[in-house]
C-alpha cells in the first residue's frame, strides 16, 4: 500500500489564534459535502485513467457494520486542516470487528493499492480488533442454524495483542440495551457485535483508535484541536440537507478555523450513540 499526501491552499483571509489561515468556513464544508456524496476532493491524487477513487464519510447505518463507538477528530494549523471520523464495530460480510477511519482536510495520505487491473485511491483506513480466525475459534459449533454466536465456553477473546475476559451472562447484556438474538438461540449466547457493542459500553478505549492510530494518515506534527464524542447525527442516507446546512459540521468548521474549542456550542441533542441508529442490517 502507497501512500500519497496532500498539503494545499492558497492564502485567504480568515481568522485564527495567530494571524492568516490558508482556509475558510466555506472549504471545509464545501469537501465535507463532497465526501458525504462520495465526489473525490481537489487534493486528492491525479492518479491514472481507470484508477477508482474514494471519499468516504461517517457512516452510522451500514447495512455490513453493527456499529459500535463513534468519534470525530479535528486537527488544525494556519495552513493545515483535517476531519477524522472513527467508528467501531463489527463488519459482518468480512467477519471482523474494526475501526473505521475516514480521513478529510488539505493534508491527508491517502490510502493507494495497486493490483494489476486498477488502482484504488482512498481515504479510510481500518484497524483490525478482533479478525476472522478468532471468531472462527470462539464460535459455537453446536448449533448447525445459528452463526456468529459466541460459544458458552469462550473464557477469553483476544482483541486486538491483548486477551479479555468473555462476560457470557446475557443479561448483563441488555442491561446495557444490547438486545441479545433470539430466533434460533435458545441458550441466549452472545452475538459477534453484541461482544464489540458490551467492549463499547464497558470499556471503551479497548475498541478505540490510539492517536497513534489517528495520525497514520495526517502529518505527525500537525496539531490536534479536539475529539467530539458526543453530537447531533445526521443519516447519511439523507442527502436533503447536506453537511453544509448541518449545526454540526459548521461548529467543526468554525473551531478549525479559529482552532478554538470554545466555539463547539451545540443546540442541538447529541444521538450518536449505536442505539439510535439501525446498522449492520441486510
Known sequence: MLLLCACFGKIKQGTAKSGL?????????????LSF????????????????????????EHGYFNTAGNRIHLFADDKRWAVVFEKSGYQNRATAASIELDYIGNCINYSVEKF???????????????????????????????????????????????IVPFNNN????EKLGIKVKEYDNPNKLIGFPDFIRYLHETDPELISATDSDIRQHIPKDIPKLTTIDKFHYSSHYD?????????????????IVTRDTANWKPTQKPNNSW??????NL
Not at 442527502?239 to 473551531?255: F, H, N, R
Open 170 to 173: 446475557y443479561l448483563d447484556y
Open 37 to 60: 456524496k462520495d465526489i473525490p476532493d481537489k487534493y486528492y491524487p491525479a492518479g491514472k485513467h481507470g484508477d477508482i477513487k474514494y471519499n468516504f464519510f461517517l457512516d452510522l
Open 116 to 162: 494489476e487491473e486498477t488502482t484504488y485511491i482512498s481515504n479510510t483506513a481500518n484497524i483490525t480488533l478482533i479478525d476472522s480466525d478468532e471468531f472462527t475459534r470462539i464460535e459455537d459449533k453446536e448449533s448447525k442454524e445459528s452463526f456468529e454466536i459466541i460459544a458458552r465456553d469462550i473464557k477469553e477473546i483476544k482483541v486486538r495483542d491483548k
Open 21 to 33: 489561515v490558508r482556509f475558510t468556513e466555506n472549504e471545509i464544508l464545501e469537501q465535507l459535502d
Open 275 to 280: 442505539k439510535n441508529w439501525e446498522s449492520g
Open 239 to 255: 442527502d436533503k440537507v447536506l453537511p453544509s446546512g448541518q449545526e454540526l459540521y459548521k461548529l467543526i468548521a468554525k473551531i
